[in-house]
């Protein structure tokens, strides 16, 4: 069976503090792709990164960045510097190979306070 | 370019009444999904669809649900009769790739049914 959890349930920072939100997964795959989506209080859901299971380099991208590893299952998100506009809540996905099912965490809610 | 469309963002309706869905993916996205996004259940996947066909339907919670796509720029999720339990908001999804390409989300569906 295949499971993401993301452990914090609610986060709260002040401005311009380093945030990183966990995730940890399941999967007996060997073939498998992780997302990372983000949706504001607008409530969209917005795609931010997507990670095939061969290839554990991490990845910045402005004020974030993620590090995944293969040997503890966990694909974290960090946010350099947090701003306001950054609350919301983050969602970590996995997906099998062929499968068309993402499998989604519970989600962490970010709360960025100036 | 257009992301996915869906309509109404809104909808409040009597518990029996028919509710329909509907959904425009992004233009050259052969896969189709549409989500259900809860407190109680998170995010999962009711169907999505390939070319316009149905490939797995197995997340539909009840005879009551149907989904349908007769072509590729259309598709509708309909709830008949509604109960005041399928109150949500409804996610359509499309991508060019089942698994290893992102799904791109639509702004969603806030049912609310009395």
């Known amino acids: 069976a295949q499971k993401v959890t993301q452990a914090q349930t609610e986060i709260s920072v002040v401005e311009k503090e380093d945030v990183t939100l966990d995730c940890v997964y399941e999967t007996r795959d060997t073939t498998y792709y992780l997302f990372w989506y983000k949706q504001p209080p607008s409530g969209e859901l917005v795609f931010l990164i997507r990670r095939n299971s061969f290839d554990e380099q991490n990845e910045i991208s402005g004020r974030y960045s993620w590090n995944f590893q293969k040997s503890t299952s966990s694909f974290n998100f960090t946010i350099t510097a947090s701003q306001v506009v950054d609350s919301a809540v983050y969602f970590c996905?996995?997906?099998?190979?062929?499968?068309?099912?993402?499998?989604f965490g519970q989600g962490t809610e970010l709360s960025v306070k100036p | 370019d257009a992301g996915v469309i869906q309509s109404p963002r809104h909808e409040v309706t009597e518990m029996g009444q028919e509710v329909t869905l509907r959904c425009k993916p992004i233009s050259g996205h052969d896969y189709l999904f549409w989500y259900r996004q809860t407190m109680m259940r998170g995010l999962e996947l009711l169907i999505y669809f390939n070319n316009n066909v149905p490939i797995d339907d197995s997340g539909m919670p009840e005879d009551r649900f149907s989904a349908k796509m007769p072509n590729a720029s259309f598709s509708t999720l309909k709830i008949q009769p509604s109960e005041p339990r399928d109150s949500a908001v409804y996610f359509c999804?499309?991508?060019?790739?089942?698994?290893?390409?992102?799904?791109?989300f639509g702004d969603g569906t806030r049912l609310s049914i009395l």
């Open positions: 996905a996995l997906i099998q190979n062929q499968g068309g099912k993402l499998i």
């Open positions: 999804a499309s991508s060019t790739d089942r698994s290893n390409q992102p799904q791109h």
